[in-house]
């Protein structure tokens, strides 16, 4: 290096460190990171050439039924390959009911309403809808900093506060702000969940404040998708930690009809989902799950008490336009979908290991995948290639399906390791009564179920059919817990409880 470059790296260097000590001396690592998400985030969005997700046919589920319409002449010819940002708004009667009840309606229809006033009534601009969803994904980001890294020593907490921006500055994750893709809002509304509660075990801001936010994002993230309706009842089952927190009757009444409202609501979900949607899933768990890897897909079928001619079906998808029977069919309802619910299916993994593990092994393949192969991120005026996806600030999510060990079995080590490592808190929280300090461990085990739950449903409830998508649950899930234990033992917490406030040392029984 010659000495003019080596003056002016050393100058760069400078003011860069000059802008960091600026940032730091008024902003906290929390309100550091979420800028910094917000600053990042807004440019890939915002900003051409703008990201965003290209529809793989799943957007009519949504639109129609709230107002919204694909008015581009080409449409059809951009599935997969470019992202859209303008749909037509519908002027007079609309005659699309619900096709699918989600929480993901309340966003486009604010989405929709705001367009109208500060744009126009014609057509909608799906930034909008993306601006909602930045401004909610910051302050969850600040909130998850802030749980981590409140009182704690300032280098360590803007280390911290970095790799939150690192993970969640990604745009393999915020690409699907600009989307009709329901992982936007399951994405927002998990940081949420586990900020609430990782709040309430710092005993930082209201606890009622917090207590409100758990309920609320959880109810959110659990109808946001008919996949996520069974994880209610883990939320409510494990959200019990943060109903013991406190004493205090008022509060524990609080969250018990906040927990029991999930499990009603979840039960509900799941009841509600359309047939039409269980019978597609019911084929392609049969289709792509049971048949391709039985030894004997005859057997198996019968089995379950359906006539083995049916493994003729295996390896198709529901949505063939050619079939060897068509798939809506009275003798498929009867014959076929009638035969058997998920419940079968899961038992017929427990009583076949090894093509469990298989699945597993399958599913985990897919499981560290943030972005679909499949879709596109740039509009077709972009001038790039059909199907072409961003790299702008997609370091993270590209080691992660890169580096990644891809079998199960390196999902139960994490697993393993992880709560071994949390255990010895945990086990001196219970003893000392601290109920408060008991919290965290629930916590990060829901975070680990509600992951490994969306493999297993995906696996039960649709085989191997588009499974990067169905598994994105446990793609949060994982991030999350990974960088809550990463930033802990950075501060020395795993093994230790930290105190309720800065500087002052747990309470043995604190409420």
């Not at 295996?314 to 809506?328: H, K, L, M, Q």
């Not at 093509?355 to 509009?379: C, H, I, S, V």
């Not at 992880?418 to 109920?435: D, E, H, M, Q, W």
Request: net charge positive; proline share 4%; glycine share 8%.
């Amino acid at each position: 290096m010659n000495q003019p470059e080596s003056a002016n790296t050393g100058a760069i260097a400078a003011y860069l460190k000059r802008i960091f000590t600026a940032a730091t001396r008024y902003a906290s690592p929390s309100l550091l990171a979420a800028a910094a998400v917000l600053a990042i985030s807004a440019a890939a969005l915002f900003v051409k050439p703008y990201i965003g997700m290209a529809d793989n046919g799943d957007y009519f589920r949504v639109l129609y039924s709230n107002g919204i319409y694909f008015n581009a002449p080409d449409y059809a010819s951009q599935y997969f390959g470019y992202f859209i940002k303008h749909y037509g708004i519908f002027q007079y009667f609309n005659e699309n009911g619900a096709t699918l009840s989600s929480s993901q309606s309340l966003f486009i229809r604010t989405a929709l309403q705001l367009n109208i006033w500060l744009l126009n009534a014609r057509t909608f601009d799906i930034r909008i809808q993306a601006a909602i969803y930045l401004i909610l994904y910051t302050v969850a980001v600040y909130m998850l900093v802030e749980a981590l890294t409140w009182g704690a020593p300032a280098k360590r907490g803007y280390t911290i506060a970095s790799i939150a921006v690192f993970l969640f500055g990604d745009t393999a994750y915020t690409a699907y702000f600009n989307s009709f893709y329901s992982e936007a809002l399951m994405l927002v509304m998990s940081l949420f969940v586990l900020a609430s509660g990782l709040l309430i075990y710092r005993r930082r801001f209201n606890d009622y404040a917090m207590l409100a936010v758990f309920v609320v994002s959880s109810l959110l993230l659990v109808t946001s998708k008919q996949q996520n309706a069974p994880l209610g009842i883990l939320i409510a089952l494990f959200g019990i930690c943060v109903l013991l927190a406190r004493t205090d009757r008022p509060y524990r009444l609080s969250a018990a009809g906040g927990l029991a409202l999930l499990c009603v609501v979840s039960i509900a979900s799941y009841v509600l989902i359309p047939q039409e949607f269980v019978n597609i899933n019911k084929y392609h768990a049969m289709t792509r799950g049971v048949l391709p890897d039985s030894s004997n897909p005859e057997k198996s079928l019968e089995g379950m008490g359906i006539n083995g001619q049916y493994s003729l079906l295996s390896g198709t998808i529901y949505y063939e336009p050619y079939t060897t029977i068509d798939v809506n069919s009275n003798q498929m309802l009867t014959e076929f979908y009638g035969k058997f619910g998920f419940g079968k299916v899961l038992a017929y993994y427990a009583t076949h290991p090894g093509q469990a593990g298989r699945m597993l092994n399958l599913a985990a393949k897919d499981a560290f995948t943030t972005r679909p192969e499949a879709m596109g991120n740039y509009e077709k005026s972009a001038g790039l290639a059909f199907g072409a996806q961003t790299h702008f600030f997609s370091v993270y999510s590209t080691l992660k399906k890169t580096l990644t060990p891809k079998t199960f079995g390196f999902i139960f080590l994490w697993l393993i390791i992880v709560v071994g490592l949390y255990l010895p808190s945990f086990v001196t929280a219970v003893r000392t009564k601290n109920r408060r300090q008991a919290v965290r461990l629930p916590l990060l085990l829901m975070m680990i179920l509600l992951g490994l739950a969306g493999i297993a449903i995906s696996i039960v409830g649709a085989g191997d059919a588009d499974l990067a998508k169905h598994e994105f649950m446990f793609t949060i899930a994982f991030d999350l817990v990974t960088f809550t234990t990463v930033s802990d033992a950075l501060l020395g917490r795993l093994w230790r409880n930290v105190p309720l406030r800065p500087g002052a040392a747990p309470a043995a029984t604190a409420v």
